[in-house]
């Protein structure tokens, strides 16, 4: 574990961490200067033990919320109010230099953002008042009241995007991987409703749905990442997506995480209440059962933890909690309740948890050696590196 203690240079101050780098931590700042809100963006060098000013900025509106997306060379920064204008700011990591720098109009005002990669955003926009008879049409043939509409920052051109149903699930949550290969995917969670709701549904109506040949059936699916993109900007109504698990009226198939290439998920069926884990590898489709689902109630729970793809039983022994490896980790610790809630296990020795609700107090505990350290610090954590700030 690599514990980066940034809270001399951090205390007291409000900073929003962009992202943890093999090198350096990126991170942004809203200060007031001369009567007026600036934004100052920092890359914080861990072997100089050095603080970078990269950028600033002083926008027309200080009314904004300022939306920050990191990847392997660059930093985009959105500014937004909630109205029908945008900033996108792209930054260089390592100068700090602007590639890019645009205010945009959209169609309604601005609802949400998702960046496919460095270069495409996706922004969501709902009805405002100039734009109202617009979206009540798009209602009234879609069944939806948000317009998506790819960015492309390097034509500097705006794609709305048809397929509304798959517009919808990138909203939700897309997550990026790559394969074995190095092929760049996009999953995306389709589930037909809560767990217990569906299970519940299907058995008071299965008679009724297997005659209407409804099959309220969850899906994951993943396609290609330039797939996507390309069907975006080509004005696909129907992108074809691959399934990579489903389940209709037999039973509920959810997403767990992603390890590597291979997608985890838990799978039940109800007829025998038998609840399994799978992994599917991306880049073969094969399909390999991991082992049962062991019984989660009131003293005992799984914690997924999609930073490092890792999956826990845990259970609660009353002032202690017993944490067991369950996927991707030989984890086998007790550790006392009060350490608090739980946000990642690395090496499979410490535990990082948070003290309190407001997330101003966290703690590491040590399984060998039995001791807790507590610091008045947020913290944040990628893979085994952990930021106190």
């Known amino acids: 574990?690599?514990?980066?203690?940034?809270?001399?240079?951090?205390?007291?101050?409000?900073?929003?961490?962009?992202?943890?780098?093999?090198?350096?931590?990126?991170?942004?700042?809203?200060?007031?200067?001369?009567?007026?809100?600036?934004?100052?963006?920092?890359?914080?060098?861990?072997?100089?033990?050095?603080?970078?000013?990269?950028?600033?900025?002083?926008?027309?509106?200080?009314?904004?919320?300022?939306?920050?997306?990191?990847?392997?060379?660059?930093?985009?920064?959105?500014?937004?109010?909630?109205?029908?204008?945008?900033?996108?700011?792209?930054?260089?990591?390592?100068?700090?230099?602007?590639?890019?720098?645009?205010?945009?109009?959209?169609?309604?005002?601005?609802?949400?953002?998702?960046?496919?990669?460095?270069?495409?955003?996706?922004?969501?926009?709902?009805?405002?008042?100039?734009?109202?008879?617009?979206?009540?049409?798009?209602?009234?043939?879609?069944?939806?009241?948000?317009?998506?509409?790819?960015?492309?920052?390097?034509?500097?051109?705006?794609?709305?995007?048809?397929?509304?149903?798959?517009?919808?699930?990138?909203?939700?949550?897309?997550?990026?991987?790559?394969?074995?290969?190095?092929?760049?995917?996009?999953?995306?969670?389709?589930?037909?409703?809560?767990?217990?709701?569906?299970?519940?549904?299907?058995?008071?109506?299965?008679?009724?749905?297997?005659?209407?040949?409804?099959?309220?059936?969850?899906?994951?699916?993943?396609v290609s990442k330039q797939r996507l993109i390309k069907a975006i900007k080509s004005g696909t109504e129907h992108i074809a997506l691959r399934r990579a698990a489903s389940a209709g009226l037999e039973g509920t198939v959810r997403f767990e995480c992603l390890s590597g290439d291979r997608i985890i998920f838990r799978a039940k069926v109800y007829k025998s209440q038998l609840e399994q884990f799978f992994e599917m590898s991306a880049s073969n489709g094969k399909v390999e059962l991991m082992g049962d689902v062991r019984p989660h109630d009131g003293t005992a729970r799984y914690f997924t933890d999609e930073k490092n793809g890792s999956i826990y039983y845990m259970t609660d022994l009353g002032g202690r909690m017993h944490l067991e490896g369950e996927i991707g980790s030989g984890a086998d610790i007790v550790y006392p309740e009060k350490v608090g809630d739980m946000i990642s296990c690395i090496d499979d020795r410490y535990i990082i948890a948070d003290k309190n609700s407001d997330g101003t107090c966290a703690a590491i505990y040590d399984s060998r050696l039995g001791f807790t350290d507590t610091f008045e610090a947020r913290a944040e954590v990628k893979g085994a590196t952990v930021v106190l700030y």
């Not at 394969?179 to 299907?202: F, I, M, N, R, S």
Request: hydrophobic residues 35%; aromatic residues 12%; proline residues 1%.
């Open 1 to 222: 574990m690599n514990v980066i203690d940034l809270r001399d240079e951090l205390y007291k101050r409000r900073i929003e961490i962009i992202e943890i780098g093999a090198g350096c931590v990126y991170y942004a700042e809203e200060l007031a200067v001369d009567g007026e809100q600036r934004i100052y963006i920092y890359s914080y060098d861990l072997k100089a033990e050095e603080e970078r000013v990269l950028a600033s900025f002083t926008l027309d509106d200080s009314d904004h919320i300022e939306h920050f997306y990191a990847f392997g060379e660059s930093i985009i920064i959105l500014f937004e109010n909630g109205s029908s204008r945008a900033w996108i700011i792209k930054l260089d990591k390592k100068t700090g230099r602007e590639i890019f720098r645009k205010k945009i109009s959209l169609i309604g005002r601005f609802f949400d953002c998702v960046p496919v990669d460095d270069n495409d955003l996706l922004i969501y926009t709902k009805a405002d008042d100039d734009s109202r008879e617009l979206f009540n049409r798009c209602l009234e043939t879609t069944n939806s009241d948000t317009i998506a509409n790819l960015y492309d920052l390097e034509k500097g051109y705006r794609y709305f995007m048809k397929d509304f149903k798959t517009a919808a699930l990138l909203a939700k949550g897309m997550r990026t991987f790559k394969t074995a290969h190095g092929e760049e995917k996009v999953l995306l969670c389709d589930p037909y409703t809560g767990e217990l709701e569906k299970e519940e549904l299907v058995r008071a109506l299965s008679v009724q749905l297997k005659e209407s040949g409804d099959e309220l059936r969850d899906n994951i699916w993943v």
